[in-house]
């Protein structure tokens, strides 16, 4: 029984996200993404609920993943769910860097627990949340980003740029 846990700020969650979701579930028996709740980066566009909120209805065909919050450590979240594995995805060589030195760390910390990478697939190789809410804001079309619900939420949260 293979658990996984798949942290991120989600905020909020993109194809490219999805597309990580879609192939570790495949490989793993369960996953859990794990929303942060706090995060040192700033102050999220989409609220914790509504990050999990959405998230959850994006993934609701996917019967092996979970979405729950959390907050500290990545470690820390994956032994709570007796889960051995960290998933990420990665993008440019921008990511690698960053991911290479957390996932180093997060091994020193447990060495229980280990980071499996997935390499974007490249129609998403561009996306990022922070791209999609800048130009989700001005009420672009982010129809190729995003799944159908945070497209939803945006015209919710910014109604009249979307007039
Ligand atoms: P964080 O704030 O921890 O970077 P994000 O929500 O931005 O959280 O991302 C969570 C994970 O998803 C990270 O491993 C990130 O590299 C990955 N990710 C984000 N966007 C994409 C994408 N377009 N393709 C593949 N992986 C992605």
Redesign the pocket.
């Given at each position: 029984m293979i658990k996984a846990v798949?942290?991120?700020?989600?905020?909020p969650v993109?194809?490219?996200?999805l597309?990580?979701i879609k192939r570790a579930s495949k490989v793993v028996d369960e996953l859990i993404i794990g929303v942060?709740i706090n995060?040192a980066?700033k102050t999220p566009m989409f609220t914790l609920q509504e990050r999990v909120e959405l998230l959850k209805e994006a993934t609701k065909d996917f019967p092996n993943v979970t979405v729950k919050m959390f907050d500290g450590m990545t470690v820390e979240f994956a032994r709570e769910n007796d889960a051995h594995l960290i998933i990420?995805?990665?993008?440019a060589v921008t990511?690698f860097e960053v991911?290479m030195q957390i996932a180093q760390t997060n091994h020193s910390i447990d060495p229980n627990i280990d980071t499996m990478f997935?390499t974007?697939?490249l129609e998403?190789?561009?996306?990022?949340?922070t791209i999609v809410k800048e130009v989700g804001y001005y009420g672009a079309d982010i129809s190729k980003f995003v799944p159908k619900n945070v497209e939803e939420a945006f015209r919710k949260k910014f109604p009249r740029r979307h007039e």
């Open positions: 798949y942290p991120g700020s989600f905020d993109t194809l490219g996200h597309d990580i942060l995060h980066k990420r995805g990665l993008r990511d991911e997935f974007t697939s998403y190789a561009f996306l990022s949340s």
